[in-house]
């Protein structure tokens, strides 16, 4: 008969066994895992992540109630401009419709003012004014990211220079402030208002010297000739990249109507 001898295993050998299998406590091994845990499944729309360079980031908003210019400068912590009169680009914009804010006819409006162009022009009438460069238009939405900003009127100082005058009535300033009607505005409307003969001495006349001294501000001027470059520049650019895309297209229609017609095959009847 033969007998199963019981394997003899050196000591070495049963130090990593018992090291793999886990330690002794209490009479019972415990089993140690070997090896990483269980993975976690990809995530299958990683491909469509946006890397982190290629995001878009939005600006962060400014303070409103920040970055505030004060005229003259030598009144910057002593002057009270809480009962001061607003004045926006869009009062004096003859691009913008009556319904978007713009408060004088258009031919005596000018095209795309800004509040630097308002600053300048209230320095040259020598009218106190704080500058809000981050205030916003609350009817023309396109305003505040295209062209915010506002500028605070002392109509008391332009009284004194003659500027304004004072009802003699109410001893109120003439504002001309009245909401104009929300309604579209059409061609007859615009033309009423052009052949309108407004000679009032209220708020809408220092609008409209505004808008005169403003027309020949060299500023401005510099500032529409460098527009008016970038824009014909912009031109030339997207007329080029268009002949380019032409040509291309033309090179490849005719180097396939050339190739296609060496590979074409003879029709006629098979030979026997």
């Not at 019981?6 to 049963?14: E, H, I, M, W």
């Not at 320095?123 to 305003?143: E, N």
Request: hydrophobic content about 35%.
């Amino acid at each position: 008969h033969t007998f199963c001898q019981p394997l003899s295993l050196s000591a070495s050998r049963r130090n990593s066994i018992s090291a793999t299998m886990g330690k002794k406590s209490g009479g019972r091994v415990r089993v140690k895992q070997m090896g990483g845990g269980a993975k976690m499944p990809p995530n299958p729309l990683a491909d469509l992540a946006i890397p982190s360079d290629e995001m878009i980031h939005l600006p962060t908003k400014p303070d409103s109630n920040a970055g505030f210019l004060i005229w003259p400068m030598s009144e910057t912590f002593t002057m009270t401009y809480k009962n001061f009169s607003a004045v926006y680009p869009n009062y004096v914009d003859s691009t913008k419709t009556v319904k978007l804010g713009r408060r004088i006819a258009a031919k005596d409006a000018v095209p795309e003012p800004t509040i630097q162009d308002i600053h300048e022009a209230l320095i040259s009438l020598d009218v106190r004014h704080v500058v809000q460069p981050h205030k916003g238009y609350s009817r023309d939405a396109c305003s505040r990211w295209d062209n915010p900003g506002r500028v605070l009127v002392d109509l008391e100082g332009a009284v004194a220079i003659g500027i304004l005058e004072m009802s003699a009535s109410t001893g109120a300033f003439d504002l001309d402030d009245a909401i104009p009607d929300m309604g579209d505005c059409n061609i007859a409307d615009n033309n009423k208002e052009n052949n309108k003969d407004e000679t009032g001495r209220g708020k809408k006349q220092l609008l409209r010297q505004l808008a005169r001294i403003i027309r020949d501000l060299p500023n401005r001027q510099k500032r529409l000739d460098e527009k008016a470059r970038l824009l014909e520049e912009e031109k030339l650019k997207v007329a080029k990249e268009a002949d380019k895309v032409a040509a291309t297209k033309t090179k490849i229609g005719g180097g396939t109507s050339g190739g296609g017609g060496g590979n074409r095959k003879k029709k006629g009847k098979k030979k026997k």
